[in-house]
């Protein structure tokens, strides 16, 4: 039984705006689903179809099994939410949110080990809502989530205002949240985060499911490249072309004392980081990840695989490297 | 349970709004101001006469008190997002308009019982008897005057998305139920009537606009008023009216006045039920 499964799940509002396009989506028990898309891709409007907060125009949905319209009360039950942009009770305090999410889901949760685990001080939990900041809410908003450990995690936008080391924290809690067999889906603009915890992805775009797949099989489809530059003390001529002929290399570069291969594959850098120290000293690697920013602008620029998108996607990704 | 889930996180929250314990402050004032004012005078003082007045004096109070606790208690909600962590737990819409409801109720009423008592308390203090029996009855009536409008205050809240609505919304019933029925020459049913009888000629009685009038909650509170008080204590001179029809008894004011704690709630339940919250 997959843990939420759509079938042309469709949101009209009104004659011309189309939130959801027959979508159908599967996101397997256990796993954790990346769901990426730009602001406005038709994301939320998803996560609120599927907690029965709005209601489809065509298809339906299920949750951990259960019509999500029929039996909103028993999915609601097995699942931790964190909505996106809600704000909290001002005048309860931390620590009486989360009493009343385990008063209300019937759970035996100790308030303090959930404060613990999201990082945030008893003395915080002790002052009312109404005065924390964002990155504030955020933790507490995600420990009432994980009250009366549930099956499925929907999180939608959880990043937002969590600083760095908010955001480290808050991977390492889905980490240990599916270690544990939680299914997790969240919901992202930011690309970031997505690859260093998902199982899997899917892009939405203009209300559209563009993509899904394991994020190595989305780079392959689209067959992109993964780029590496090294800082070298001297350039053996010997070198670029023993570079250009290696299995997985489309293209070497020279630019002064810097060479630039690009990859078809992400391991493939590794080889071309052990022939350059082979040959010569390596200064300096930089190891330009941007496949995955390509990736997500070639899905969400409209045609899927023209090559003139590639490289408008390239240039965008490059103004944001250097800025 | 999650109706008294729901409720009980309510009740934490709302107890500690101003406002509630501003109105409820005030309230309790004007009650004891008039047992105050009535304890000395020309004649003996009467508890009964000062209950009559006070529901007289303080009618138009009630509907705001109630209006102003409630009509944000969904609406807000809906408004802030905060209603997705409510909608996130295992409740139903269902269970939040009933909870809400339930809470709100209970705090509209304890506001009323709570200037009673106060209210009670000095009457026994400068009045030969507290009458006991009356003051409940007032007290009681005064009660289910109040659930009405949180039923109503409820059913708006839950069928408008936003706080401005919410309180367009609440004003407006505020001005058809009370400003324009209270006065019966100048209400919105003399313009009724008005164009029925002067302009179509169809000749109606006036005991049907009579009627109609009855069917604010204000005013039905007004035609039950003789159901608690003794009859020779004379109240809203409407009252007496010995050729009235049985369906503008008291009793049938008091059902009126009833139907309006189920009513808009179950209608404002319906539209929630029905409503995109996204």
Known sequence: MPAIETTALTKRYGEDVIAVDDLDLTVEEGEVFGFLGPNGAGKSTTINLLLDFVRPTEGAATVLGYDVQREPKTIRSRIGVLPEGATLYDRLTGREHLEWVIDNKGSDDDPDELLDRVGLEPEAAARSAGGYSKGMAQRLGFAMALVGDPDLLILDEPSSGLDPKGMQELREIITAEADRGTTVFFSSHILGEVEAVCDRVG????????????????????????????????????????????????????????????????????????????????????????????????????????????????????????A | MSVLSVAKKDFLDVRRSKSVWIVSGLYTLLVVSLFYTGRSGTVEPNVVSQLSALASVGLPFIPIIALMMVYLAIAGERESGSIRYLLSLPNTRRDIVLGKYLSRGAIGASVILVAFGVGAVTAVLWYPSLEPTVFAGVAGLTVLLTLAYVSVAISISAATGSRSRAMAGSIGFYIVSNLMMLVPAFSIVAAIKYVLNDQFGMGLSDHLFEFIRMLSPTIAFRKAFPLVVPSDIETFMVNVDPSAPAYLAPEVALAILVAWLVVPAALGLWQFNRADLG
Request: hydrophobic share 35%.
């Open chain 1, 203 to 322: 892009i939405m775009n203009d209300g559209r499911l563009v993509a899904t797949g394991t994020l190595d099989a989305l780079r392959e489809n689209l067959d992109f490249d993964a780029s590496i530059s090294l800082d070298v003390e001297r350039v053996p001529d010997a070198l670029v072309t023993d570079l250009e002929t290696h299995e997985g290399v489309h293209s070497v570069t020279v630019d002064g004392s810097t060479i630039t291969a690009s990859c078809a594959r992400t391991p493939v850098k590794y080889e071309v980081v052990t022939q350059v120290g082979a040959a010569t000293t390596v200064l300096d690697i930089v190891s330009e990840d941007t496949s995955l920013e390509r990736l997500f602008n070639t899905y969400t620029d409209g045609e899927q695989s023209g090559e003139g998108d590639v490289d408008a996607g390239l240039a965008e990704v490059e103004t944001e490297v250097s």
